[in-house]
Structure formats: structure tokens, C-alpha cells
């Protein structure tokens, strides 16, 4: 229990975050849901790293007269219509599966605070124009949104990065800003900009350290969402481009064949979702850590 | 109230105004030559460039843009590239079908998460709670391809009870005739959605639930069924109508891929075909029919709000 005399009011240097994250750490390694997370994630970051070291075929390798096969002792599940074979293929598409949407988040997250944090301290005229504009942003239907810049910039692995980070910008810039405005008027802030400090330091040394742990966390959500996104992508067509295995293509191209073998579809398509449900658990588990810290 | 609804509506032209030039700009950029869309591969160059003349295609963006726009409020929304139809009727019968996918999905949604909020909102910590919100977490973490991907597995390929293919033959949705093609999208799209409803009310409903006007209704002896039913669920709802209303355009998202996996003929569906053969008029109509939807669902869903909670006053 904290008493009022350590809440942040009335420090006038910004409160360590260093020591803050290890508590919160702490508190997150007591709490069963998000270690169950944190295993699922550790699990893909894992097979992300050796897939295609582990994989026991090629995936472009075709196997004779076997499509469609259901899991066996030689293709733990099963191949695909060409005959290659999914365990593989699956492996191999773990390593773009976590690395895109992460970096796609990175990228929002590196435009989002920036928009946040000027719109937000500087105020007045420009926040409630830039605001209108992100508030304007998060009424298009984000898929739709992310479909219609795919067919502008085309299929790619980058342009997938770049339509899912300016899809969520606006949602992070927005959240930004309400930490900022929440921040400005602490009297560690009032103290850095009567010390005559510049506005850069104040918003980057400052508010933004304390403005951190929430944009972490919302980041760990967005992740998961934008697995989501990206598996949604791959599954209508415009995903990253084959030769790469993309889940959620695989998922589409065994959709055809679920009367023959329903389990073709349903291991990518149980990939997604433990990768997305993993980031969501870890995320539940550390808001929750942060909120009892 | 009057002035409150159209201060809102006035919002809401702006916001539809700024999302079509959006819409506009998207497409403008997408590597589309629409005379050899229309003219096919054989055409000539000269051809080709008479009817980008004619079409008023090498004008300033700003100008195309105001044609644009002028042409579809008037109702001509032009010809589909790929299937040589007119975009209008096409987009109004996907869109009603869209629109009874979205009714029955709602028809589903909005009880059963309400009612697993509420639940799980009272029994706080206990073991109801901790199913619901496990579960809840769970089902918002599911890509809705992979819940309709299990639910064809299990009902239409294990069970043989409903199909799981949603195809119409006449592309016209009758609700009588089809309503088994329409269930298993249905909880399909349902699924995120009441995870995601189900947790805001469960939190709405704990905060209400601890408040002083609560707690002085249940000190004066009132029965639990009338304080939960008469004082506690209005303001409980708040929270849960406020957040539908962010989470309309994913819904829209979503039935993009679901009329995709079930193949039926929504507006999703074809917006992603359209996506996908580069048929600029469906993309651009297709887009500005979702858009009005969320826009204006939005908007009711505002009204609503303001009707539910107190502290808004009119004026």
C-alpha cells in the first residue's frame, strides 16, 4: 500500500520507471493467465526462430500423388493441394507471422506517440484539428482500410507492415494524447519547464517515460490484433505473397477442401488464434499488474 | 433534443464528406487505368486515351473528385469493370443482405452479452465471473475466421445439421426460405463482438453496483431483483452503448471475411472481390455504402446514449 506522501504529485524529479517495471514484472510472473500467455508466446517466438531449421520438408517440396492427405506418421498435418506439406509450411510461416504485425505496431506506435504527444501538449487549435482527423480515421472500417491500401501500394511484406501501422496510428495517437493531457499539468513538468527546459526534453524525457507502461501494454493488444488483421489479410488474397507460407492464405486454399480433410484448414487457422490469444493474455495480465501496482 | 440531433448530423456529413475524399484519394492511387478496364487489353492506345478524355480522367484530382461525388449522391454510381452490370442495384441487393446477416448476428450479440456482463458483473470474483471473463478473453483473441473454420466443422461437416456453405441461388436473401444458411455466419460474426460487450458491462455493471445510490437502495431494504432491475441496470448500460459504437466498423471488417468464408452474398464479400479483380466503381461503392452504415449507426447509437444517461442535458 502506498501512502499519498509517495504518489508523483509531489515529486518534482519524473519517478523512476526502471523500478516501477520490475515491480510490475514481478507482480505479472504471480498471475496464471498471463504466464499461460507468456508460454504460448515463448513457444511461437521459439518455432519463429528455428521453423525453418526444425521444418522436416521444403516448403515448395512436393510429395507425389499425395493432396490433400490427412495428418500421418510422414506429414504430421496432412498436405496441401500441390502436396506439400502444412507442418512445414506452417513452421516456415511462423518467423513473417510474428515479425510483421510486430513491427507494423512498432511503426504506429512511432507515429501514433509522435501525434499524440505534440497534439496533446501543444493543445488549442491544431489538437482539435489533428484529433478530428484521427477520430475521422477510426470510422473507416480498419479491413476495409487495410484492403483498400494493399490494392494502392500493392502485396508485399513491407506494405502489409505499412498499411496495419497507419491503420492503428489513430487509435494510438489517441490514446497518447489523453495520457499527455493528464501528464502536462504534474508538478514534475511544471518543475522541468520553470528549470527552462525545452519543450523537446520535456515531452521526451518527462512525459514520455510516464507515458510508457499504457502505450506498452495497449502496443501488446495491437500486436495481437494485428495478427489478426494479417491473418484476415492472407485469408481474402491479399496477404503477403506467395512463395512465403502465410497462414492465413493456407487457411483460405484448404477452406476449399474441408470436405475432404477438415483438419487442413484448422491448423493454420489454430495458429492464428493461439498467437493472438497468447498476446491478449500477456496484455490482460499486465494491465492488471499495472492497475495493482 | 432537436438541436442535439442535428449538431450530431452535422458531424456526421463532415465526417462522411472527409471519409469519401479519403475513399477517393485510396483509389486514386491504386494502379487502376480504367479505360483498359473497360476497353480490354485489344484496345488501341488512341482509344484508350479518347475515352480517358471523355471520361474526364486527366482533370486536376479536386475536380474529379467534386464529379465524382456529384454523380454518386445523384444515384449514378457507373458500371462494374468486371461484370458489366450496373453498380447501383448490384450494391443495394448485397447490401440488404448484408444488412439480415447484421440483424440476426445483433439479434444474438445483444442479449447474450448483456446478459454474461451482468452475470459476471455480479458475482465479481466468484467463480461465474471467472468463466465469463476468462471466456470472454478468449473469444475477442479468435479471428472470426477461425470460429466460422471450427463451427463448419463441427456443424456442417461433423454434425450435418446446418450448411456451411451460404450461397443463394437469385443473390436475395429470404429470411424464411434461407435461415439455416444464415446461422452459422451469424454466431460467427456474434462471437468477438459479445466477448468484447460482455466485459464493458461486467465492468460497468461492478462500478454501478458499488456506488452510494446503490448502496443507500439496498440499506433502504429494497428487493435485490427490483434495485438490479430498476436502478442499477440503466446506468450499468451506459458504458456497454458507448463502446458498440467503436466497435461497429470492426463489425463491418468482419463481414468481409465471413461472407467470404461462408461465400454469401453480402457487401463485404463483394468489396473484397471487387479488392481483388481491381473493379474500381464496386470498390468505391462498395467502400461508401460501409462507410454510410458505420457513420450512421454511429450516430444512433450517440442519440441513444444521450437518451440513457442523465447527465447529458439537451440544448
Known sequence: METPLDQPRLAVSSPSPAARFLRILRLLTKNPIALVGALILAMWIVLAILGPAIAPYGINEITAGAVWKPPSAEHLMGTDQLGRDIFSRLLVGTRQMVILPTLSVALAILLGTTIGLLSGYRGGWVDEIVMRVMDVMMAFPVLMLYLMIIVAIGASAMNVVLALGIGATPAVSRLVRGLVLDLRNREFVAAARMRGESTAYILFQEILPNALGPILVDGLVRIGYACFSMGALGFLGLGVPPPNPDWGQMVSQARNALIITPSAPLFPALAIASLVVSFNLLADGLSEAVKAD | ?315
Open chain 2, 1 to 315: 433534443m432537436l438541436r442535439f440531433i442535428l449538431r450530431r448530423l452535422g458531424t456526421l456529413l463532415i465526417t462522411m464528406l472527409v471519409l469519401s475524399i479519403l475513399i477517393f484519394i485510396l483509389s486514386d492511387v491504386m494502379p487502376i487505368e480504367p479505360a483498359l478496364m473497360i476497353l480490354g487489353r485489344e484496345s488501341t492506345p488512341e482509344a484508350r486515351a479518347a475515352l480517358t478524355e471523355q471520361l474526364g480522367l486527366n482533370k486536376p484530382l479536386p475536380e474529379r473528385y467534386v464529379a465524382w461525388i456529384s454523380r454518386f449522391i445523384q444515384g449514378d454510381w457507373g458500371e462494374s469493370y468486371r461484370m458489366g452490370v450496373e453498380v447501383l442495384p448490384l450494391v443495394q441487393r448485397r447490401f440488404t443482405n448484408s444488412l439480415t446477416l447484421a440483424m440476426m448476428a445483433a439479434a444474438i450479440i445483444v442479449p447474450v452479452s448483456l446478459l454474461l456482463g451482468i452475470i459476471a458483473g455480479l458475482n465479481e470474483s466468484r467463480w461465474p465471473d471467472r468463466v465469463i471473463s476468462i471466456g470472454s478473453l478468449i473469444s475477442i483473441s479468435i479471428p472470426d475466421f477461425v470460429v466460422g473454420l471450427v463451427l463448419i466443422v463441427l456443424f456442417s461437416w461433423g454434425l450435418r445439421i446446418l450448411p456451411g456453405d451460404s450461397s443463394l441461388r437469385g443473390d436475395t436473401v429470404n429470411l424464411m426460405e434461407h435461415w439455416q444458411k444464415l446461422v452459422l455466419p451469424a454466431i460467427t460474426a456474434s462471437v468477438v463482438l459479445i466477448g468484447y460487450i460482455a466485459r464493458v458491462t461486467r465492468v460497468s455493471m461492478i462500478e454501478v453496483m458499488d456506488s452510494p445510490y446503490i448502496r443507500t437502495a439496498i440499506l433502504k431494504g429494497l428487493p435485490q431483483r427490483t434495485v438490479i432491475l430498476r436502478h442499477a441496470l440503466r446506468n450499468a448500460l451506459i458504458a456497454p452503448v458507448a463502446v458498440v459504437t467503436t466497435q461497429l466498423a470492426w463489425l463491418v471488417g468482419g463481414l468481409i471475411v465471413i461472407e467470404r468464408l461462408f461465400n454469401y452474398p453480402g457487401i463485404g464479400s463483394l468489396f473484397a472481390d471487387a479488392a481483388l479483380r481491381n473493379d474500381l466503381p464496386m470498390i468505391q461503392a462498395s467502400a461508401m455504402i460501409a462507410i454510410t452504415l458505420v457513420v450512421l449507426s454511429q450516430g444512433l447509437a450517440d442519440v441513444i446514449y444521450a437518451l440513457l444517461n442523465p447527465r447529458i442535458r439537451f440544448g
